[in-house]
């Protein structure tokens, strides 16, 4: 009698295409569940590894981190939650075809998801922000000293414990997936009532498109300015001739910072959108489950891009003259053309920093 009370209390938060059936039953197959069972494996993995290890790299040298590395390593916290507080749910409910941790295991890993991911974009955030005025503007300087990096991190977890906490205050929810064995902010609100339409867009705004706005203007800006500044001391400094090196690298990993980012989330961003405001209906489950597991992929991302390119660049820095005299161009250019604060420490720069 208790079980039917409770399962008939939850009738009132589950989307409308669960009103009348098990909503964690799997609706794929499970040869479809047994693939996304593996690959969130791999990816979680992976993720793991990578995140852990930049964690494991900066804990030795904590104290001589700068603040641009403390900002990576909160990114690595934050994806290092995401593999770990979500992943191992999501597995074993792939592997056992359906949800198997029932509603408070679904709003616990819909948190956690939401509360990580949050932390993770909001960090982008103001890593691209710091070096959007950091190359962008020179009287921006030496600002972000180590004082100010926590108190960017003392923002950081509060924005995003702020907008985790959010449906549990009744604004909001945490609700299965339309194909059942994973959970997610409760798009469908936004079908229900005023005040759940309301509540999405205010999510929307302020933990997606705000946050995506300020990366794209940050890197677009760098690019722009790299281009303009190169061109303009190449008629004063003949050591610019190993400038378009330099240009390349940095709109790379603009642009991986960019497209790891937009390819991952942007297309379950779409389909959610589409089901909190359009027809829910008209997206196939089988096609819906696509964008959900591309978007828990994004956590192994970031060590690649920001850790992995760093090294590469540590290695040629260490290992070879040729490399070493290479690098040494590009730095010295890059103290003609970009960086007050670049001047002022000269050689002891690190990637991050340059990048």
């Known amino acids: 009698m208790e079980s039917s009370e409770n399962i008939s209390s939850q009738d009132d938060y589950l989307p409308h295409y669960h009103q009348n059936e098990d909503p964690f039953a799997s609706k794929l197959s499970k040869e479809a569940d047994i693939v996304a069972g593996f690959y969130l494996l791999v990816i979680g993995i992976l993720s793991t590894l ?17 603040p641009a590395e403390i900002m990576t390593v909160n990114l690595a916290v934050c994806d290092l939650g995401i593999s770990v507080a979500g992943k191992p749910f999501s597995i074993i ?32 955030t103001t890593v691209s922000l710091d070096r959007y005025f950091k190359i962008c503007h020179l009287s ?48 469908w609100l936004a079908q229900g009532s005023v005040a759940g339409r309301a509540f999405i867009l205010n999510i929307l705004f302020f933990c997606l498109l705000l946050p995506t706005a300020v990366i794209v203007f940050s890197y677009v800006k760098i690019i722009a300015k790299v281009k303009s500044s190169t061109k303009e001391v190449a008629h004063y400094d003949t050591r610019i001739q190993n400038t378009p090196v330099l240009e390349m690298k940095l709109t790379k990993v603009a642009m991986l910072i960019c497209a790891g980012f937009l390819i991952a989330w942007i297309p ?18 089988n096609v819906s489950v696509i964008p959900t597991l591309l978007a828990k992929s994004a956590a192994m991302y970031n060590p690649i891009i920001y850790q992995v390119i760093d090294c590469k660049s540590a290695c040629c820095r260490s290992h070879g003259l040729k490399p070493l005299q290479k690098k040494n161009s590009m730095e010295k250019s890059r103290l003609h053309t970009i960086s007050a604060e670049i001047k002022s420490e000269g050689m002891n720069e690190t990637p991050l920093d340059r990048a």
């Not at 990578?50 to 700068?66: D, E, F, H, M, P």
């Not at 592997?95 to 991911?117: K, L, N, Q, T, V």
């Not at 379950?268 to 489950?285: C, E, M, N, T």
């Open 50 to 66: 990578g995140n852990g290890y930049v964690i494991y790299t900066s804990a030795q040298r904590k104290k001589k981190l700068r």
């Open 268 to 285: 379950y961003a779409v389909v959610s959108v589409w089901s909190a405001f359009g027809r829910p209906d008209s997206v196939p489950i």
């Open 140 to 187: 921006y300087g030496t600002w972000l000293k180590r004082h100010h990096a926590f108190i960017c991190l003392g923002f950081i977890w509060s924005y995003a414990t702020f907008w985790a906490v959010m449906p549990f205050s009744g604004a909001g929810n945490y609700a299965p997936e339309p194909f059942g064995t994973s959970c997610t902010l409760d798009w």
């Open 93 to 124: 409910a792939f592997f056992s075809h359906r949800w198997i941790f029932g509603w408070s295991g679904c709003r616990w890993y819909g948190w956690a998801g939401f509360f990580f991911g949050t932390g993770s974009l909001i960090t982008m």
